[in-house]
């Protein structure tokens, strides 16, 4: 414990500061920039990992969007085409007459819902916190 | 004393992850999204009052119908009111119909007619009591007469659950007011159950009941023309909030939107508003209120609308109209938690 506090000491920010040269500072600024540049992208603006699909009152199936597929549902309408491409998911096609669900285009974020009414089918993207309990559409 | 602190930290971040006491069910009732969280009970409990009260939703549904019979030729509660409407006679109802007709007869004249439940007929010319919505012909000379027959829930007369209308052109469409009609029903359920925790969803009515964990019950609200929310709001114990919006019910003809909310005045259905959300404060009534204040604030014109929400003691809502600008009464925006960049107007 008595070492480890010593060890610290040996850090005195004034004894650093005076050696450290221009590159130095520059790296040092470039990675405080990275982390927050980063902290934004991953952090703050989660985007989800996976993508719950419901079908009537059942969970059809969970999926990661961390590939190239498309899938097929069958609700209670008919064959509605679910795609699945580089963290982003979307109603394809879908026999509703509105297309509501296909016209919401890409979801990627957390939280992000579509659903199609007429069809029974929903897909809601999935990740670590979800921003709200249940959506008022 | 620092990894006394490290420990106590991990083991903070190992409890978090237990498994919640939360039951969620999804379901499609009143040509809509259904959906339940229950927090706090065991799951088998708690799905086992979820499933009760989607078999009373189910079931409301199935009376209420405005076009649907029960099965081929045995038409519902509401299909057999209508009839006796069109063709002059008396009928018994059941008290609990008797009470929502009262009802929703009192919202329309608090209303001044703008929310109006007799315009069956018109919705039905529309296109919009069918369970897909395509686009119709528009028949300017029948919507005019349809309009100039003039129904208003204040022709039915109603006399120990025996009821009749003075006017033939009445047929009851109880769509703007049965879904909050049964969230203040399925609220009042649950808590004779004991139940401490829940929120229930009917196709974007929602109702709180107590919170989630040690927290309020979190609502997102949806853009009508993207496919995420714009903003979050805290919905404590016993409130409710509802939005009426022309993104799910409507029909595209000649480059036009047409939205399933109508004017009873013109006959046409409203094109200057997307979406109207209100917040209401808890009462025996929450549900309905959601259900019911959101019309009149959609069809009335921008001056107006304070107005019509202050008739029902409202003063919390948010509007967003045709140019998707976004406008909210200060005491709604003290409470909004915006997504990202979200520009709006306060309602003076």
Same mark, same amino acid.
């Given at each position: ?10 850090? =005195? ?9 221009? &590159? ?67 109603? +394809?096609?879908?026999?509703? *007459? ?40 | ?10 083991? #903070? ?34 799905? #086992? ?24 030729? =045995? ?68 919507? *005019?007469?349809?309009? =100039?027959?003039?129904? /208003? ?5 109603? /006399? ?10 009445? /047929? ?13 029903? +399925? ?10 925790? !829940? ?13 989630? &964990? ?14 995420? !929310? ?42 200057? *508003? ?56 200060? *005491? ?17």
């Amino acid at each position: 414990m008595l070492n480890f506090q010593k060890y610290l000491k040996s850090f =005195n920010p004034r004894l650093i500061a005076r050696h450290l040269l221009v &590159g130095d500072w520059l790296t040092i600024l470039v990675s405080i920039l990275g982390v927050l540049y980063l902290f934004q992208i991953l952090w703050t603006n989660e985007h989800a990992a996976k993508v719950q699909i419901r079908l009537g009152d059942k969970i059809y199936a969970t999926y990661s969007l961390n590939q190239q597929r498309d899938i097929h549902v069958h609700g209670k309408l008919g064959d509605a085409v679910i795609s699945i491409s580089q963290g982003k998911v979307r109603f +394809a096609k879908s026999p509703c *007459t509105t297309q509501y669900c296909v016209h919401q285009g890409w979801l990627a974020r957390a939280g992000q819902v579509a659903i199609c009414i007429p069809n029974q089918i929903s897909l809601e993207l999935v990740g670590e916190a979800k921003p709200y309990d249940s959506l008022n559409y | 004393m620092r990894y006394l602190a490290l420990s106590l930290s991990l083991l #903070l971040l190992l409890s978090s992850c237990y498994k919640e006491p939360l039951y969620h069910s999804q379901s499609y009732v009143f040509g809509t999204l259904v959906d339940i969280s229950i927090y706090g009970e065991t799951d088998a409990r708690a799905r #086992l009052l979820a499933n009760q009260v989607l078999k009373d939703f189910q079931n409301l549904h199935n009376r209420l119908h405005a076009w649907k019979p029960i099965s081929a030729g =045995n038409p519902s509660e509401l299909g057999k009111l209508n009839a006796a409407f069109e063709h002059g006679r008396s009928i018994n109802i059941s008290p609990d119909l008797a009470f929502m007709l009262a009802d929703a007869t009192k919202l329309s004249v608090a209303s001044n007619g703008l929310f109006n439940p007799a315009i069956g007929h018109l919705i039905s010319t529309w296109g919009f009591q069918r369970d897909e919505f395509s686009a119709v012909n528009i028949d300017a000379e029948k919507i *005019t007469a349809l309009v =100039n027959d003039n129904p /208003k829930m204040s022709d039915i007369v109603l /006399k120990d659950n025996n009821v009749y209308s003075t006017n033939p052109a009445v /047929k009851v469409d109880l769509g703007g007011y049965a879904k909050g009609y049964a969230l203040d029903f +399925a609220a009042h359920y649950l808590r004779k159950e004991h139940v401490k925790n !829940a929120l229930i969803n009917i196709g974007g009515n929602i109702i709180a009941i107590g919170q989630h &964990g040690d927290q309020a019950w979190r609502v997102g609200i949806q853009h009508p023309r993207q496919p995420n !929310a714009i903003a979050t709001l805290d919905l404590p114990d016993g409130w409710a909030i509802g939005t009426s919006g022309d993104y799910q019910r409507y029909f595209m003809s000649g480059g036009k939107r047409y939205c399933h909310i109508i004017d009873p005045r013109t006959g046409y259905p409203v094109s200057h *508003t997307q979406s109207v959300t209100v917040l209401v404060p808890p009462s025996d009534h929450a549900g309905v209120l959601s259900d019911v204040v959101s019309k009149p604030i959609f069809i009335e014109t921008s001056d107006n609308r304070s107005k019509v929400a202050q008739a029902f003691g409202i003063n919390q809502f948010m509007v967003i109209d045709a140019q998707s600008t976004i406008l909210v009464s200060k *005491t709604l925006a003290q409470k909004l938690h915006w997504i990202s960049g979200v520009k709006f107007s306060e309602i003076p």
